[in-house]
T-cell receptor
Framework: GAGVSQSPSNKVTEKGKDVELRCDPI?????LYWYRQSLGQGLEFLIY????????KSGLPSDRFSAERTGGSVSTLTIQRTQQEDSAVYLC?????????????????FGPGTRLTVL | KQEVTQIPAALSVPEGENLVLNCSFT??????LQWFRQDPGKGLTSLLL???SQREQTSGRLNASLDKSSGRSTLYIAASQPGDSATYLC???????????WGAGTKLIIKP
């Protein structure tokens, strides 16, 4: 079956512009995660969705970052007024949920990422 | 605050050798630990997931162990091949949240 897909694969934008990054999870996966991988900083968690709600937004670095998920499927990560420090690879992952409200016992499957470059 | 450390940062060995990658974490209250590989320019591929109640998991030539009380996990790769060359990352999931906390990775090069 299809894996996690992300678009665009690469995005170059000018400082101050808004960008939208899209993630299509594996069909049937109720949990969706966004991570960011920056040079020299490794991977960091951004936000977690269970269905359309986001119980954990603690990793979003500033109020310029927001994310939504509709229909329990596609998610969009929006960065407003981009800054050069936002340049990174943004990774999306999905997994099955093992219970109604917390935790997954299952593996997180990752998409190929979107490489964002802010000039 | 959970911190994950991977040693060594880089490793280069001849093909055919058995090798061990190390991962340590500071907070033993984990739900699970995952090992991933990342190939250049590509996403992450999950290799093994160990639940906190488990001691080890095996998949083919890979074996991952977990000692939660000491905050350590090892990834053992048997009979290494050039195709094993990649960056290997470990990540732990806390007992009370959904986040994966990541190590910085070990860059592995297997020389033919």
């Amino acid at each position: 079956g299809a894996g996690v897909s992300q678009s665009p694969s690469n995005k170059v934008t000018e400082k101050g512009k808004d960008v939208e990054l899209r993630c299509d999870p594996i069909s049937g996966h109720t949990a969706l995660y966004w991570y960011r991988q920056s040079l020299g900083q490794g991977l960091e968690f951004l936000i977690y969705f269970q269905g359309n709600s986001a119980p954990d937004k603690s990793g979003l670095p500033s109020d310029r970052f927001s994310a939504e998920r509709t229909g329990g499927s596609v998610s969009t990560l929006t960065i407003q007024r981009t800054q050069q420090e936002d340049s990174a690879v943004y990774l999306c992952a999905s997994s099955l949920e093992g219970s109604a409200w917390r935790r997954t016992t299952d593996t997180q499957y990752f998409g190929p990422g979107t490489r964002l470059t802010v000039l | 605050k959970q911190e994950v450390t991977q040693i060594p940062a880089a490793l280069s060995v001849p093909e055919g050798e058995n090798l061990v990658l190390n991962c340590s974490f500071t907070d033993s209250a984990i739900y699970n630990l995952q090992w991933f590989r990342q190939d250049p320019g590509k996403g992450l591929t999950s290799l093994l997931l160990i639940q906190s109640s488990q001691r080890e998991q095996t998949s083919g030539r890979l074996n991952a162990s977990l000692d939660k009380s000491s905050g350590r996990s090892t990834l053992y790769i048997a009979a290494s091949q050039p195709g094993d060359s990649a960056t290997y990352l470990c990540a732990v999931r806390g007992d009370s949240n959904y986040q994966l906390i990541w190590g910085a990775g070990t860059k592995l090069i297997i020389k033919p």
